[in-house]
C-alpha cells in the first residue's frame, strides 16, 4: 500500500468526528484472501463455553500460516497508521456460528489498546448478528458488521467495551471467521 | 384482603393446599423453583393480557439480551395493570407467597413489567441478583412449543439446563434468587411472539 494511503487512513483514524475506528475493505488480493482463508478453515478449532463470558471456537495461528500473513508487511502497515512501534503480531482465529457469543464482564475491564480484525467471513445473513460490538460510555453502540477481505482497526479507549453480538438462527450452518491481531 | 379476595384471583386448587407447594419449592432442582400452571383465574388471565396488548414495549439489546418490554406498571395509566400490580404486592399476596416459599418479602415493593420476546430475542445466562432482589416471577400469556424456542432453562452448576419450562398461558412461575440462580431464555427460532409480565419481589 502507498505511504500517501496509509497517511489517509492514519489521518482518518486519529481525526474522525465519534468513534476512532476503521474498516478497509478487500485488504488482501483475492488469491491470497482465498487461500489464507481455505488454511484458516483447516485449522483446529477448540470449542469453549463459558455461559458466563463466551461461547465460539478459537485456534492459535500456527507458524507456516502466520508467515502467509506477511508479518513484517502486516506490521509495518500497522505501525504506519497507527502511530505505534509493531514488531511482533500475535495471531488468533475465532470461529463462531449460531448460539456463539461474547459478553462483557462485569469484573475485568480490557485495557485501553488497538483492536485489529481480519474478517473471512463469508456468505453472512445480514440480519444473523455476530457483529462486533463497542459500548461506548455514553450507552451508545458502535458496530462493525461481519464482510469478508476486511480489516478493522479501532484505537479503544478503556471505557470503552467490546463483544461479539450473539449469533441468531439465522447464522445456523454459517461460519463466522476471524483472525484477531494482537500487537 | 382475605383468602375470600385471594380466591378472586387465584385458581382455588392454590389456595386449599400450600404444604406440597411448599416443599415442592424447597426441594426443586437446581435451586428453589416452582411451575404453577393455569395460577389465575381464566377470566383474570385473560383481562391482564388484554390489557397488556394496548401497552408500549421498547426494544432492549445489549450483549445479553435482546427483547421488547414495557414500561414498569407502577407508571402505566392501565387500570387493570395497576389493578394487578396492587394485588401481586398486597401483604395477603406476599404472605401467600411466603407461605410456601419460606421467604421474607417486601410488600409494596414489585418490580414489574411486561416482556415480548419475538423472533431472534433471547437472554443469555445470569444470575437475576441485583439490588436486593429476593424471588423472581413469570406470568406466561402465550403458548410457546419446543420447536419455538423461547424455553426459561434454569441451568446446575456446571451451567448445563437442569429443569427447562415452556411458556404456557397462565402458568405463574418462580424462583429464589440467589448466587446460583443462573438461567437463560433460549432464543426465540419462529413468528411466535413469547408474551410474559414479569419482574422480581425484594427482601425485607
Known sequence: MEKGTQNAIRKRLFLQQGFPAITLTDFLE?????VLREELMKLPFQRE???????????????????????????LFLSSVTGKKISRLHLEALHLTWKDYTIISDKEREAAGVDIFLDFTENWSE??????????PNGDFFLIPPKGNTISIVLRKGSVQRFLQYVNHYGKGKERLLVRIFV | MTNAELSLWINPTYLAETKNSRQQFTNAKPFPHLELPDFFLPNKAAEILQALSTEKFFQKEADLFKF??????????????????????????????????????????????????????????????????????????????????????????????AVSILPRVNTFALFEVSPHSFHEVEEVVTDKQRIAITGWYHDQ
Not at chain 2, 409494596?108 to 420476546?117: A, E, F, M, V
Not at chain 2, 441478583?129 to 452448576?157: P, T, V, W
Open chain 1, 30 to 34: 483475492k488469491e491470497s484472501y482465498r
Open chain 1, 127 to 136: 440480519n444473523a448478528g455476530g457483529n462486533i460490538v463497542y459500548k461506548l
Open chain 1, 49 to 75: 463455553e463459558i455461559p458466563l463470558s463466551h461461547s465460539l471456537s478459537h485456534a492459535p495461528v500456527n507458524t507456516v500460516l502466520s508467515q502467509r500473513f506477511h508479518q513484517s508487511a502486516l506490521s
Open chain 2, 68 to 161: 421488547s418490554q414495557t414500561q414498569d406498571f407502577a407508571g402505566s395509566e392501565n387500570a387493570v395493570l395497576q389493578e394487578f400490580r396492587t394485588f401481586l404486592s398486597s401483604p395477603e399476596f406476599i404472605s401467600f407467597l411466603s407461605s410456601f416459599t419460606q421467604l421474607s418479602l417486601k410488600p409494596n415493593s414489585l418490580d414489574i413489567s411486561g416482556t415480548l420476546y419475538q423472533d431472534t430475542d433471547f437472554l443469555l445466562c445470569h444470575d437475576d441478583q441485583l439490588e436486593g432482589r429476593r424471588l423472581a416471577y413469570f406470568l406466561y400469556l402465550s403458548d410457546m412449543e419446543e420447536s419455538d424456542g423461547g424455553a426459561l432453562h434454569l441451568l446446575d452448576r456446571e451451567f448445563k439446563s
